[in-house]
């Protein structure tokens, strides 16, 4: 439902829920939870005085609720929320699509154990997140060594060789591939990888120790010699990690420090008394939530996404009924949150305490060295170019093209001297017959730089007489630039000086870099202006052209797989994504499946006959 706050708020269900609000764009800038929505969402007007009042209170457009039935289910709903609209006033983990995960293929045969950032399989299981990758792969590296699960990719293990690689011959692997192990032991070592990233080191203790016994009481005594030494690289592991006693069990510490908009948290992993991992994470916490809404908000996101969630929390504040009780829900065993008052606990927790306040003044030092260098940049390249004001916005475009096919453009945006992803844009090539822009063996990136450019400059036009409040509004060509560069030399610069025209009136300064000796051209200049390697003026327009390039070229790389890729079969009607791979791993190849005949396609797997008959008149109507 929607409701508009000055005169409907009273409408809002005195009841346990979320409600989101929108701004004039429709976009949500805040997700909230409450007891009761409406006397929660009360409290935002009413008291306005805090810096998330005084910041959004103003931005609400309009307010719509959602009700559940309990405060549990309220928090994992924001959660929800959050997670797909991102909101700019919500406490959210920083880059959280690209933490690390461990991987394990569980639906292979002989699984595999790598590193991801993906986690959307739902075959296979994901340990994590991580916030240090170089730790992951250490932690990867260690496992290999004590329970030897094959590093090969792919579904099935070997080469094609057919013969053992490398690492069974260094002890890294026991070469399922040849049938040097059988299923059943190798899932034993993967088991032993899965307990150990779940904590339970005891149990792989035990079990080491009892392998060691029984092959020497067998007298296979190489046996024996392995299990010892793998016994004595997780015991030598585990010993440098201790952190308390053994009765201290299991138990995750996370402690919160907050400060100027930011927030980092620590999560020490405590198993069997062992320190198994240290986290650190940080947060936009633009609405400057305090240590009890930040680690709230922590908890949630970062048990979401975790394989395992532990029975004990210590946290520094308490944090209510209702989040142990979402998390025991997820878990399905009670999970209990609570401070420690003394002993080891809290003294594990005062250790991620004064890390979190230790991480969180590093990184605004490195913040603060960044913004210092940044300012020195633009300083400089205002100098360079003698511009009247500080090169606020500036963009850049490229071209890329394959001998003149699947021709694409990029424009990429740096505001302040850092990018502004939101406010990149691709552009396809079309070209025309006359310059031969885009077609193929006839590439013209003068006439390609042109017409991108032409483009831009007419976007621009067209969105001084749109509305910042319509669906039309695009606030990247809105925006007018201080600087473009154009990536290329004289050539190019002249085309982009043809096509804006419009925007060099209007103050815009357009210039070009080349690469060979990175030389910036500059119109009404006879000669290039070369500035020095080390100077910050050029280093920044190094990474705008080097993003631009990046932009670029990945987008001509998919239109160019996509038309790699392209057959006849996507026209066949009934036949998707799902029968496209079954024909082709069926008949091997296009070909095959175009000399197939009827009963042959009859005869794939999943193709019900009616449609195997269809896709034969298809295939031989076209006269292929």
């Known amino acids: 439902m929607s409701i508009t706050p000055a005169d409907r708020r009273r409408e809002l269900p005195d009841e346990p829920g979320v409600y989101l609000f929108r701004n004039a764009r429709g976009r949500v800038i805040y997700v909230g939870k409450a007891k009761s929505i409406r006397k929660r969402v009360a409290s935002h007007f009413s008291n306005p005085s805090t810096r998330a009042g005084h910041d959004l209170v103003p931005m609400i457009d309009h307010i719509e609720a959602l009700v559940v039935h309990t405060e549990a289910e309220a928090l994992l709903a924001e959660q929800n929320f959050i997670k797909q609209y991102t909101p700019r006033f919500n406490i959210r983990l920083r880059d959280d699509k690209s933490y690390p995960y461990i991987a394990i293929s569980l639906d292979e045969d002989f699984p595999r154990v790598y590193f991801t950032r993906e986690r959307h399989r739902r075959d296979r299981a994901y340990f994590g997140p991580f916030s240090n990758a170089k730790r992951v792969r250490s932690t990867l590296d260690v496992l290999g060594k004590v329970f030897m699960f094959r590093s090969c990719e792919g579904p099935e293990p070997g080469r094609r060789s057919g013969s053992p690689c490398l690492d069974f011959y260094i002890k890294r692997c026991e070469a399922p591939c040849v049938g040097y192990v059988s299923r059943a032991e190798y899932r034993a070592g993967i088991d032993g990888v899965i307990a150990f990233l779940s904590g339970r080191y005891r149990e792989i203790e035990r079990s080491l120790e009892q392998a060691m016994r029984e092959a020497s009481d067998e007298q296979r005594f190489e046996d024996a010699a392995r299990e010892r030494n793998r016994l004595r690289a997780v015991r030598s592991l585990l010993e440098r990690q201790r952190v308390a006693n053994e009765a201290v069990g299991t138990l995750d510490a996370i402690a919160v420090a907050v400060a100027d908009g930011e927030a980092n948290a620590q999560v020490f992993q405590v198993r069997d008394g062992v320190l198994s991992d240290r986290q650190s994470f940080y947060l936009d ?125 990029s424009m990429v945006v740096f505001e302040g001297g850092a990018p ?134 990945t987008h001509h790389r998919i239109r160019r797989d996509r038309a790699m890729t392209a057959s006849i079969l996507d026209e066949l009607p009934g036949v998707g994504p799902a029968r496209k791979r079954a024909l082709l791993q069926h008949f091997g190849s296009p070909d095959a499946i175009l000399a197939a005949s009827r009963e042959e396609l009859e005869a794939v797997p999943g193709m019900p006959g009616k449609l195997a008959r269809e896709v034969y008149r298809e295939l031989h109507k076209t006269g292929v």
């Open 285 to 409: 916490n633009e609405a400057g939530g305090d240590i009890a809404e930040v680690a709230e908000a922590f908890v949630l996101q970062y048990y979401a996404s975790a394989m395992m969630i532990p029975p004990l929390l210590i946290v520094q504040t308490d944090l209510g009924p209702a989040l142990a009780q979402a998390l025991s829900d997820r878990r399905g065993h009670p999970v209990e949150i609570r401070a420690a008052e003394r002993g080891d606990k809290r003294r594990i927790l005062e250790l991620a305490e004064r890390n979190a306040r230790l991480a969180l003044d590093q990184e605004k030092l490195r913040s603060e060295r960044r913004r210092q260098q940044r300012v020195e940049a633009l300083d400089g390249l205002q100098q360079a170019l003698g511009l009247d004001s500080i090169p606020l916005r500036i963009e850049c475009f490229d071209i890329s093209t394959l001998m003149g096919t699947n021709t694409v453009a």
């Open 420 to 553: 502004k992803k939101a406010d990149y844009r691709r552009f396809k090539v079309f070209g025309d017959a006359e310059n031969g822009a885009g077609t193929i063996g006839m590439p013209d990136d003068f006439a390609a730089m042109e017409e991108v450019l032409g483009r831009r400059m007419a976007r621009f036009e067209r969105q001084r007489d749109v509305s910042p409040h319509d669906k039309e509004y695009d606030p990247s060509f809105a925006a007018l630039p201080n600087v473009i560069v154009i990536d290329g030399g004289k050539g190019q610069l002249s085309a982009g000086l043809r096509a804006l025209q419009g925007f060099r009136e209007r103050g815009v300064t357009v210039i070009s870099l080349a690469k060979r000796i990175e030389e910036v051209f500059v119109p009404g200049r006879a000669d290039p202006l070369r500035l020095a390697h080390d100077t910050p003026e050029l280093q920044l327009l190094q990474r705008v052209r080097d993003e631009a390039h990046r932009f670029a070229i």
